[in-house]
């Protein structure tokens, strides 16, 4: 008698795992569950997954706020050259971002960096245009009639 390190023990797939073992499902041979979905190779489709419901209490995160903030935040800026649009919207960035930073730490939101990123754009827009009226009003406004005079 020989001794044989590889007896008794299933072939080796090189290419992968092999398929599921197939279980009689109803008396009917060769149908078996797959956890995506079921297969029925007398109708040869598949059918959708069990729908899977949320546990009781499960509440999705309320991330709008943190994302409305980030994007006027960052609409606040170029929108300062436009005849100061960026004031309202630079004003609506920090008020949302403060709303969405207290939600992210109450656990409500999950993106408090986003509504962080909306209070420091707006605070930025704010910083810019106090940076513009100081160079105005110490510059003062320019005289276009020089150019007319020659």
Not at 10 to 35: L, V, W
Not at 61 to 78: D, F, H, K
Not at 90 to 107: D, N, P, T
Request: net charge negative.
């Amino acid at each position: 008698m020989t001794y044989d390190p590889y007896g008794n023990q299933p072939p080796h797939d090189p290419y992968g795992s092999s398929p599921p073992p197939q279980t009689p499902h109803s008396g009917a041979p060769g149908y078996y569950q797959d956890p995506k979905g079921q297969y029925d190779p007398y109708q040869g489709q598949y059918t959708a997954p069990p729908y899977m419901q949320q546990p009781m209490g499960y509440q999705a995160p309320q991330n709008g706020l943190g994302i409305a903030a980030m994007v006027l935040g960052i609409v606040s800026i170029p929108a300062l050259c436009l005849c100061y649009a960026g004031v309202p919207t630079a004003i609506l960035a920090i008020i949302f971002g403060a709303v969405g930073v207290s939600k992210a730490s109450r656990g409500e939101a999950t993106n408090k960096g986003m509504a962080l990123a909306g209070i420091i754009l707006g605070c930025a827009t704010f910083l810019v245009l106090i940076l513009w009226v100081v160079l105005v009003l110490v510059f003062g406004y320019a005289d276009f009639n020089y150019y007319n005079e020659f």
